[in-house]
């Protein structure tokens, strides 16, 4: 899966947060629900605009920009 079909970033939306395309809902918020135990059952039932592809597209977006995070330690 391309999580690029399914991600849009756009100025206008949400201050530019990475979205579910053609929705206002925040991969940052897909991820909030999934770490505080809402399945995907759960997020699909409340929020039916959504798809499992969706979701998985935000796992996906998180994966990647983790993948380029750099953590430099701070001198002691």
Avoid: S
Wanted: hydrophobic letters at 45%.
């Amino acid at each position: 899966m391309d999580w690029k079909e399914r991600i849009a970033v756009d100025p206008a939306v949400l201050a530019g947060k990475p979205v579910v395309k053609g929705t206002r809902l925040a991969v940052e918020f897909i991820i909030d629900l999934l770490a505080q135990g809402w399945k995907e059952k759960d997020i699909l039932d409340n929020y039916p605009g959504l798809t499992a592809d969706d979701i998985r597209a935000c796992l996906h977006y998180a994966g990647y920009v983790l993948h380029d995070e750099k953590v430099f330690p701070l001198p002691a």
